[in-house]
């Protein structure tokens, strides 16, 4: 069973950067897509950005576009989330999720259980 881990949150000021990562193990990134989610508290939690298994096409929610970027390390077993002028409304905890042969769109639009999520990485964003 594929198992995830996220790390690389922390507290940045508004306009600051971060990358999160999400080290996979227990079999090969490659014919998988990555999705990155957050929830924020009192919120659902929303598909921020996901990365196919194929063809590396992404989709990203409104709010992030132009901010942040996903890629995937195939050789390192890893995706990533870069996000730049990190705003005020991006603090939550981010989660990643792995699914096999699944297109950006899908992976970012499927319904996960509570028991799929690991503890995610905290991201606040505050002066």
């Known amino acids: 069973q594929l198992q995830r881990v996220e790390s690389g949150g922390g507290l940045v000021q508004p306009g600051g950067s971060l990358r999160l990562s999400c080290a996979v193990s227990?079999?090969?990134?490659?014919?998988?897509?990555i999705g990155w989610f957050r929830q924020a508290p009192g919120k659902e939690r929303e598909a921020v950005s996901c990365?196919?298994?194929?063809?590396?096409?992404?989709w990203y929610t409104d709010a992030v576009k132009g901010r942040f970027t996903i890629s995937r390390d195939n050789a390192k077993n890893t995706g990533y989330l870069q996000m730049n002028s990190l705003k005020p409304e991006d603090t939550a905890v981010y989660y990643c999720?792995?699914?096999?042969?699944?297109?950006?769109?899908?992976?970012?639009?499927?319904?996960?259980?509570?028991?799929?999520w690991g503890q995610g990485t905290q991201v606040t964003v505050s002066s």
């Open positions: 990365i196919s298994s194929s063809d590396g096409s992404t």
């Open positions: 227990g079999s090969t990134l490659d014919d998988y897509a």
């Open positions: 999720g792995a699914e096999l042969d699944y297109t950006a769109q899908h992976m970012c639009f499927i319904s996960l259980p509570d028991d799929y």
